[in-house]
């Protein structure tokens, strides 16, 4: 039995690998951190993702709780009125109306995200719409991105990604990609500059 233990906020959440690669949280650890007092509750009315699974606790013990998939775990934020989970449930708004802005879609006509049919439409769009991938050194693309987000959002020292808030993990999202495809770019053509100050002088001045 694998188990990893995240820290969101300071809280713990441990994860249990129920089959390879596939990890479902304890939902009294999620509960918990979302700050969603009654656990049994906020549980039972999940209609799916919800199954049980041993556990080690703090004093050694095995334990059986309930876990949650992923898609569990999302449904629990949306319940969640915590200012960190509101800030998530944000985000989630933004990717929906992106995806909802590349299928020609108004806002009046919203609720055709809603429909099944048109949801499997839009997400055959957006995966013809990627790129393929270029070979680039992600490492130094990654800490440009951290570098560039903390320094945009005030903080001197760079900051990892699981130190950041959600609205920096937004930016850095765009960050990442305008760096990669730079990267990118200059490779192909043979460009003379130096990304990271283009990608500083695009994010943070």
Do not use: C
């Not at 390879?20 to 009654?38: F, I, N, S, Y």
């Not at 985000?91 to 020609?104: A, D």
């Not at 320094?151 to 850095?172: A, C, E, F, I, N």
Request: hydrophobic share 40%.
């Amino acid at each position: 039995m694998n188990i990893r233990t995240e820290t969101w906020l300071g809280h713990s959440i441990r994860f249990v690998e129920k089959v390879p690669g596939e990890w479902w949280a304890v939902a009294a650890d999620v509960a918990e951190a979302l700050g969603l007092k009654q656990v049994s509750r906020a549980v039972s009315s999940l209609k799916d993702g919800v199954t049980t699974s041993k556990v080690i606790d703090r004093l050694g013990r095995e334990q059986e709780v309930n876990v949650l998939s992923e898609k569990a775990i999302y449904r629990l934020v949306f319940k969640s009125k915590k200012k960190e989970a509101e800030a998530f449930q944000d985000w989630v708004f933004e990717m929906l109306k992106h995806l909802r802005q590349s299928t020609g879609l108004e806002g009046f006509q919203i609720f055709r995200m809603l429909d099944k049919d048109h949801q499997k439409e839009a997400m055959q769009k957006l995966r013809s719409s990627l790129k393929q991938p270029v070979r680039v050194d992600f490492i130094k693309a990654n800490t440009i991105a951290n570098k560039a987000v903390s320094s945009k959002y005030g903080h001197p020292k760079m900051l990892k990604k699981d130190q950041m808030t959600p609205d920096m993990l937004v930016s850095r999202q765009d960050i990442l990609e305008d760096t990669v495809d730079l990267m990118g770019t200059k490779e192909r053509f043979g460009l003379d500059i130096a990304v990271s100050q283009t990608i500083y002088d695009k994010h943070i001045h």
